[in-house]
């Protein structure tokens, strides 16, 4: 099985390597790394690995064979043009993050970051031979791809950011009683069966699961799906669970690295479902609109998992990226709304929307306040988190410490 061992952590007196799971597919000398995002794992880029490449077979199952000083040179600096060896095909990579999948699961929040995992991706990449690659992330993983993109941005050819968020507060989806009835469901989930049911609800639309196909509807294939993937690959440890938990709440992009990001020679695109619930739409357009002039925001109807509701759409916005980075688009080129927009059900425009207010001191005072409140919203829901894993808990203690009865036997 092919593995990168990436880092090495101390556990108790002795030092551990950090291993990550990596699939290769398709050859070509265009690259991209695809980093997937909370819980997830490798294979859930299944639809743009079959988009960008046209299989879903494996490369191969070996690592890669080690480069002498003269070929490698100095692969954090060195910079490739496209499709310099390999042909005009495109190879992808994709991986699990630590604490999931087959990657190695650390013990403690403090080994989980997306800093700590952008340099995981940075150092698969120098395994690969990647002097560059094209940087696609979704969720936790377009956090881990901004970072990547701010740390190395000379190993970019481009950046995709799937259903992103800006970390931190941003992570809290809007409170209402769907979103408190998942949030519980999901604490309680101790089966694939009960994980399934509330990751569907999390995933997609009602609309696209209520679809039919065949004789049955588009929920009960993707529960058998569902549940049949986290058979195989076992649920998610709390470890891992808390660690990228952890990483996607103290995420940051600093306005220094949006600069560093912004002033890079190469394209981004800020790809959002406008029905996501767990990443709001307002804080993608948010973050394009910080990254103009370089970003296009797409916007597709869609949900969380718009990469698998809408497969088409995404890979072409995905090979449109790809296209316009071969041809050196200029920023304000790609950043434009291109005729066909309408063509193919998305919009595309190279400023979001966003809700303007009047700036006098009323309106100042109005925007504050409505600041305040979705912060305090946000906090009412961690509270309410809390409260329940601390009442489950509590539950857990009272059952172990509740005394046995036992039954008087007659002499």
Known sequence: MPYCEVDRYQNGDKWEGVRLFYRRYGRGGTKVLL???LAGTHDSWGPQIKGLTGSMEPADDEAPPPRTDEESGDAATAAADEGEDGGDGIEVCCFDNRGVGRSSVLPHKSYYSTAIMARDALALMDHLGWKKAHVFGHSMGAMISCKLAAMAPHRLCSLALLNVTGGGFQCFPKV????????????????????????????????????????CTRRTVLYQ?????????????????????????????????????????????VIHGRYDIIAQLRHARRLAERLMPIARMVELHGAHLVSHERPEEVNNALMDLIKATKSTRKPEEWSSQPENASETGALISSRPVTVT???DDGGNAAVAVYNLLAKLQLSFLYVIAVILMGFEHMRNIVRVMKPVRVA???S
């Not at 979103?179 to 009602?206: G, I, N, Q, W």
């Not at 569902?226 to 990228?244: A, D, H, L, P, R």
Request: charged residues 25%; proline residues 1%.
């Open 35 to 37: 980093i997937i995002g």
């Open 176 to 215: 209402d009683g769907q979103m408190l009835s998942l949030a519980f469901r999901f604490l309680k989930a101790r089966t694939p069966e009960e994980r399934a049911l509330v990751d569907l609800e999390t995933h997609y639309t009602k609309e696209y699961l209520d679809e039919k196909v065949g004789s």
């Open 225 to 269: 799906e569902y549940v049949k993937g986290i058979s195989s690959t076992g649920m998610q440890s709390n470890c891992g669970f808390e660690g990228q938990v952890n990483a996607c709440w103290t995420h940051k992009v600093t306005t220094k690295e949006l600069d560093t990001i912004r002033s890079a020679d190469f394209l981004v695109s």
């Open 357 to 359: 207010m009047q700036t």
């Open 408 to 410: 008087a036997i007659e």
